[in-house]
């Protein structure tokens, strides 16, 4: 089945700088790569995703890039601010009719620190 | 728009028992999926329901097992329960599978 590795598994940057995660997958069939934010004690949320016909997707300061060729994506944060302190997973999944589940990296907890 | 729920949100049972938990998708998704959650294992995929139809299935026991109803709320049920079942069960809910599935609160799951 789908394996999806992240990396780093912690992450401590200064309040402003910016945060890259990166993920790899080994399915070359996986065609939909969202990314989740979890604070401590809360569900996770979704927070931006990119579908396999598309090489760059941005929403303000956060922007997610593919390479199906090396088969990884990576998450990138701008300027960050300490509320975006939390654990955030990646996830890899076949999306087809015949119904989809998503695999998830084992996450990257992300400190800034003012 | 009211979000996906889950009950209970806390439960703690014994070793051998069983155990079913609920969830309630945003109304008008269809397609449920259930994932656990542990500090060892990550996000682990269960399993996914469509139309009252499971889907897919992730590599759990088949002690682990669910169902959907008609109006697209899902229950899952453990049995047997183990130590190791100790979790935090999280459903999520999308339109029909393959799009933004947004997950609920979870249920934490304590096996003594």
């Known amino acids: 089945g789908e394996n999806v590795e992240q990396h780093p598994s912690t992450l401590s940057v200064q309040e402003g700088d910016s945060a890259v995660i990166k993920c790899t997958y080994s399915?070359?069939?996986?065609?939909?790569f969202p990314w989740y934010k979890q604070e401590l004690g809360k569900r996770p949320q979704l927070i931006i995703d990119?579908?396999?016909?598309?090489g760059e997707k941005k929403d303000q300061r956060i922007a997610v890039t593919l390479n199906k060729t090396a088969k990884h994506f990576s998450l990138h944060i701008t300027e960050t601010q300490p509320e975006d302190s939390a654990v955030y997973f990646c996830?890899?999944?076949?999306?087809?009719?015949?119904?989809?589940?998503?695999?998830f990296g084992k996450g990257t907890s992300l400190l800034v620190t003012p | 728009k009211a979000g996906v729920t889950q009950t209970p949100r806390y439960l703690i049972k014994t070793r051998g028992q069983q155990v079913t938990l609920s969830c309630s998708p945003i109304?008008?998704?269809?397609?449920v999926s259930w994932y656990q959650q542990t500090p060892g294992q990550g996000l682990q995929f269960l399993f996914e329901?469509?139309?009252?139809?499971?889907?897919n299935k992730g590599n759990f026991p088949g002690r682990f097992s669910g169902r959907q109803f008609s109006n697209s709320r899902s229950e899952m049920n453990v049995s047997t329960l183990e130590l190791g079942d100790s979790a935090l069960y999280l459903c999520?809910?999308?339109?029909?599978?393959?799009?933004?599935?947004?997950f609920g609160p979870g249920t934490r799951l304590t096996v003594t």
């Open positions: 999520a809910s999308s339109l029909a599978g393959g799009t933004e599935q947004y």
């Open positions: 329901y469509f139309s009252e139809t499971q889907r």
């Open positions: 109304s008008g998704h269809r397609s």
């Open positions: 996830a890899a999944s076949i999306g087809s009719n015949s119904g989809y589940a998503l695999n």
């Open positions: 990119i579908r396999s016909n598309v």
């Open positions: 399915d070359s069939a996986s065609n939909y």
